[in-house]
Nanobody, 125 residues
């Protein structure tokens, strides 16, 4: 069993930055890959970024590449999402998720085993 708790969301103006955190508890954090997804009102949940167990491999959705950075600190059981140059279209609830296949950077919602409760990010124009 894994518990994931996101934090760091909020309201920011376009062009601004936010840093999301996701702290994990339960099963050993370094045993799984992590991902960030987001869901805007009326839309399906979509992939944002993923990172393998060591942090050595990352993968991004095209729409955030060059603006967002995923990282992890296994000593703190935490994964981060640094979001820069935010746009109104980045507005969504952001979720972190754990994938018990540690070597991958999967992009499909169905590949992930546990999810956090989400944190709201709102970008004003």
């Amino acid at each position: 069993q894994v518990q994931l708790v996101e934090s760091g969301g909020g309201l920011v103006q376009a062009g601004g930055s936010l840093r999301l955190s996701c702290e994990a508890s339960g099963r050993a954090f370094r045993n799984y890959a992590m991902g960030w997804f987001r869901q805007a009102p009326g839309k399906e949940r979509e992939f944002v970024a993923a990172i393998n167990w060591s942090g050595g491999i990352t993968y991004y959705a095209d729409v955030v590449k060059g603006r967002f950075t995923i990282s992890r600190d296994n000593a703190k059981n935490t994964v981060y999402l640094q979001m820069n140059s935010l746009k109104p279209e980045d507005t969504a609830v952001y979720y972190c998720a754990a994938d018990f296949r540690p070597f991958g950077t999967n992009t499909n919602v169905k590949d992930y085993d546990y999810w956090g409760q989400g944190t709201q990010v709102t970008v004003s124009s």
